[in-house]
């Protein structure tokens, strides 16, 4: 796995909006798909958004944040995004980025991965 470190979590409130950034290591950045994933109190970790290499072209979203949450990512600065609007009690979690040249381990062995960032705490409270 690339290495990784999160940013852009806090505390908001219910409705409001957050930026998450993923910031990655190394210089093949555009060959690996990112995915999104939260880890809630007490719950197992979920993927919440995914996007395919190179340019993007190519997201998914989990049921419960579709039409919230957009995942985005800039190549050239190493950097993959998600920007959160109208968030929710429920959306209160530590959010992960992680990495992987195979989008379908992105989506779907994920629970594989041995390397994780140390994440960043999203807290959604009034």
């Known amino acids: 796995q690339v290495q990784v470190v999160e940013s852009g979590g806090g505390l908001v409130q219910p409705g409001g909006s957050l930026r998450l950034s993923c910031v990655a290591s190394g210089s093949t950045f555009s060959t690996y798909a990112a995915g999104w994933y939260r880890q809630a109190p007490g719950k197992q970790r979920e993927l919440v958004a995914s996007i395919s290499r190179y340019s993007g072209g190519s997201t998914t979203y989990a049921a419960p944040v579709k039409g919230r949450f957009t995942i985005s990512r800039d190549n050239a600065k190493n950097s993959v995004y998600l920007q959160m609007n109208d968030l929710k009690p429920e959306d209160t979690a530590v959010y992960y980025c992680?990495?992987?040249?195979?989008?379908?381990?992105?989506?779907?062995?994920?629970?594989?991965?041995?390397?994780w960032g140390q994440g960043t705490q999203v807290t959604v409270s009034s």
């Open positions: 992680n990495l992987d040249p195979i989008l379908h381990r992105i989506l779907e062995e994920w629970n594989l991965f041995t390397s």
